[in-house]
């Protein structure tokens, strides 16, 4: 099969295609047939190995798992011995977060993991990228921000893959939502169901005093304590995006003062959670209340340019690989 091997940390010069033996479904396992998979911005970020702190878990000096890529689409090819929840041809998306291996035309999954059967009103290409913002942002939205119908939730980094999946999140559980975007993506924002939206070229949000329940900053641009005067008495600020500063207001907050920083990697979360987070949101997508939004599709041997193009910061809704 062709696949895209990761030869070491750094530029997208990284990525090289090679043919390699497809993997072989193990009796707890699926072997899935990829027509599509994501290219996030947290590829981007491991691609280049930073922060340090990260090669722990993918490799000190090269990467562990030399195909990477987590999020897919595609078709079951293969079934396990043991596998009885799948058959093959059935359609189906996930995250293959433990051992990647996306990036290439098939890929083995475990039963018991992030898949589930793709829902009839989302196409491959969709549904790629689907985990990576629904997920994420579900648990923001749902296990950080507690979000409640009626409350005023603020999403910076509006268009990208996190921030269009938390607008129809929030609008799916009721709350008032305030998109900040710039101004090429305005339109999007409104049509995904916004109530205001901010351009931040024009307007700095964190000047509206007392104004959100919950800061959902998607793209970690501004700090918590450049938001806590836009935050409600016992408003939220959430990043996925960890540092220093946030790292401090977290631990700090969550002893001291009413309004808090949190932050939680949804990627690390026990398999159980995950597993629930994503029946709710199955649950939202059958009911027509989330689409995925796609920006861009690369074919799988332009992967550098894909990260390229992620890496720009601009990207509106999703990016995908084609790869069938």
Same mark, same amino acid.
């Given at each position: 099969?062709?696949?895209?091997?990761?030869?070491?940390?750094?530029?997208? +010069? %990284?990525?090289?295609?090679? /043919?390699?033996?497809?993997?072989?479904?193990?009796?707890?396992?699926?072997?899935?047939? $990829?027509?599509?998979?994501?290219?996030?911005?947290?590829?981007?970020?491991?691609?280049?190995?930073?922060?340090?702190?990260?090669?722990?878990?993918?490799?000190?000096?090269?990467?562990?798992?030399?195909?990477?890529?987590?999020?897919?689409?595609?078709?079951?090819?293969?079934?396990?011995?043991? %596998?009885?929840?799948?058959?093959?041809?059935?359609?189906?998306?996930?995250?293959?977060?433990?051992?990647?291996?996306?990036?290439?035309?098939?890929?083995?999954?475990? @039963?018991?993991?992030?898949?589930?059967?793709?829902?009839?009103?989302?196409?491959?290409?969709?549904?790629?990228?689907?985990?990576?913002?629904?997920?994420? #942002?579900?648990?923001?939205?749902? /296990?950080?921000?507690?979000?409640?119908?009626?409350?005023?939730?603020? $999403?910076?980094?509006?268009?990208?893959?996190?921030?269009?999946?938390?607008?129809?999140?929030?609008? &799916?559980?009721?709350? +008032?939502?305030?998109?900040?975007? #710039?101004?090429? /993506? $305005?339109?999007?924002?409104? @049509?995904?169901?916004?109530?205001?939206?901010?351009?931040?070229?024009?307007?700095?949000?964190?000047? /509206?005093?007392?104004?959100?329940?919950?800061?959902?900053?998607?793209?970690?641009?501004?700090?918590?304590?450049?938001?806590? &005067?836009?935050?409600?008495?016992?408003?939220?600020?959430?990043?996925?995006?960890?540092?220093?500063?946030?790292?401090?207001?977290?631990?700090?907050?969550?002893?001291?003062?009413?309004?808090?920083?949190?932050?939680?990697?949804?990627?690390?979360?026990?398999?159980?959670?995950?597993? =629930?987070?994503?029946?709710?949101?199955?649950?939202?997508?059958?009911?027509?209340?989330?689409?995925?939004?796609?920006? =861009?599709?690369?074919?799988?041997?332009?992967?550098?340019?894909? &990260?390229?193009? %992620?890496?720009?910061? &601009?990207?509106?809704?999703?990016?995908?690989?084609?790869?069938?």
């Amino acid at each position: 099969m062709k696949a895209i091997i990761t030869t070491g940390y750094g530029s997208p +010069e %990284v990525f090289k295609l090679d /043919n390699v033996a497809p993997p072989i479904a193990r009796p707890n396992e699926i072997l899935v047939s $990829i027509h599509a998979s994501s290219v996030a911005r947290a590829d981007v970020m491991m691609r280049t190995g930073r922060p340090y702190i990260g090669r722990l878990m993918l490799g000190l000096l090269k990467p562990k798992n030399p195909i990477w890529g987590t999020g897919f689409a595609g078709i079951v090819a293969s079934v396990g011995s043991e %596998v009885s929840q799948f058959k093959v041809g059935d359609r189906v998306f996930g995250e293959n977060i433990d051992t990647m291996g996306t990036y290439a035309e098939y890929v083995t999954v475990p @039963e018991a993991g992030i898949v589930a059967q793709l829902p009839d009103n989302l196409s491959f290409e969709e549904a790629a990228g689907m985990c990576d913002g629904g997920i994420t #942002s579900l648990n923001f939205l749902l /296990n950080l921000g507690t979000i409640k119908a009626g409350q005023k939730v603020l $999403i910076n980094g509006a268009s990208g893959s996190l921030g269009t999946a938390a607008i129809q999140l929030a609008k &799916h559980f009721g709350a +008032e939502v305030t998109g900040v975007c #710039s101004n090429r /993506n $305005i339109h999007l924002v409104k @049509e995904l169901g916004a109530d205001q939206v901010i351009d931040y070229t024009r307007e700095d949000f964190t000047g /509206n005093s007392n104004a959100y329940d919950l800061i959902y900053d998607t793209v970690g641009a501004r700090s918590f304590s450049e938001c806590r &005067h836009a935050l409600t008495e016992n408003g939220v600020y959430a990043s996925p995006v960890l540092g220093m500063p946030l790292l401090g207001d977290t631990m700090r907050t969550s002893l001291f003062g009413k309004k808090k920083a949190k932050f939680s990697a949804t990627g690390a979360l026990p398999l159980k959670e995950t597993k =629930r987070l994503l029946e709710v949101l199955l649950g939202i997508i059958e009911a027509g209340n989330l689409k995925g939004i796609l920006d =861009r599709s690369y074919p799988l041997e332009q992967l550098a340019e894909a &990260h390229k193009y %992620v890496e720009q910061g &601009h990207k509106r809704g999703n990016v995908v690989l084609a790869v069938a």
